[in-house]
């Protein structure tokens, strides 16, 4: 890395807060921050859903799998589901994923699920799924192209086998791989423009130093690659697990110094519950459950403007909040 490359990564990291949503565009996550605490949207712009719990990898940068982790597993019905997109179709929602710490494509009825929302909610509504690919058989691509599936991403670690395995535990190299240029080849022979197509990593030491050779690679075949911030999940036991194999890039990793994801997306499990945020695992945080109150009714609740306003306070003790951790 040159040294102007090196000082304008320096400068970014200075002027890009700690945060778990922080975009690599400085300024950016502090106008959102400063933006959203402010004027809260009465219903969130963004939906996660997990539609089937469970995944078929065990990442090492991912809860998903771990020994530690312990909850409760099954499928969401499909009233339930039908219900959040029909309430969502209502809003002027930005982007709907019926995906949320697990492997959409294990659910068997993901295509029908997806075809729905897009049936449901407005155009310009983003439909998203992120998935490790293990399981995009041509069968799989053709159902999500078909549903109107708006935005595809597949989580890649490495594009080196031995590398690929260890880090994505349970996976085979070669089959993603094949998932992968044959959907691309799919979507060219069908001559769709959507679904949108990404790779994405996670930025663990590893990472950000074959960085260049993994762009060069996807960019080579037409896809474009996006590398995420490595953060601990706000999980302790998978930040010490991370640190003892050398996956975090930086020795200080900080507490995120404000987070706007409270402020503007939403989080349902299978069960109907809505949960604080992404990272957390264990369902500690559940602010209401759908099937007894709206997602309105819930997001403008006491139990949100209670979290909302102790974040905005800094005072998150006790809450998951309080170990959540992150590297720009």
């Not at 995906?99 to 699920?113: A, S, T, V």
């Not at 993994?214 to 998978?238: C, V």
Request: net charge neutral; with cysteine.
């Amino acid at each position: 890395m040159s040294v102007i490359a090196e000082g304008i990564d320096k400068l970014k990291a200075r002027l890009t807060p700690n945060t778990p949503s922080s975009s690599g565009i400085p300024f950016f996550e502090q106008a959102r921050h400063y933006y959203l605490t402010r004027k809260t949207p009465t219903f969130p712009l963004n939906i996660d859903i997990m539609t089937k719990s469970g995944c078929n990898a065990s990442c090492v940068f991912c809860p998903s799998g771990k020994p530690f982790l312990k909850v409760s597993h099954g499928v969401m019905p499909d009233e339930l589901y039908e219900n959040i997109v029909d309430e969502a179709a209502k809003h002027r929602i930005l982007r709907f994923a019926p995906f949320l710490q697990n492997e959409p494509l294990r659910d068997p009825k993901i295509h029908e699920r997806v075809a729905y929302a897009r049936k449901k909610l407005p155009r310009y509504s983003q439909v998203r799924l992120i998935s490790n690919g293990a399981l995009l058989t041509e069968e799989m691509g053709r159902n999500l192209i078909d549903a109107g599936l708006t935005k595809l991403i597949i989580s890649i670690q490495s594009i080196e086998k031995d590398v690929y395995e260890e880090t994505m535990r349970g996976l085979t190299f070669e089959q993603t791989m094949e998932n992968v240029m044959q959907f691309v080849e799919l979507k060219e022979r069908l001559g769709k423009k959507n679904p949108d197509f990404e790779v994405w990593m996670v930025r663990t030491a590893y990472v950000e130093k074959k960085l260049k050779e993994h762009k060069d690679f996807w960019s080579s075949k037409g896809i474009k690659l996006k590398a995420r911030k490595l953060n601990n999940q706000a999980n302790p036991d998978l930040e010490q697990s991370m640190r003892e194999r050398g996956d975090i890039p930086v020795d200080a990793w900080e507490y995120a110094q404000s987070c706007s994801i409270p402020f503007w997306r939403a989080w349902v499990t299978w069960t109907g519950d809505m949960i604080l945020c992404c990272a957390d695992w264990h369902r500690s945080t559940v602010l209401g459950n759908i099937n007894e109150s709206s997602i309105e009714e819930i997001w403008n609740g006491r139990l949100y403007k209670e979290h909302r306003d102790r974040m905005l306070s800094g005072d998150v003790s006790g809450t998951l909040c309080q170990d959540c951790k992150g590297v720009d």
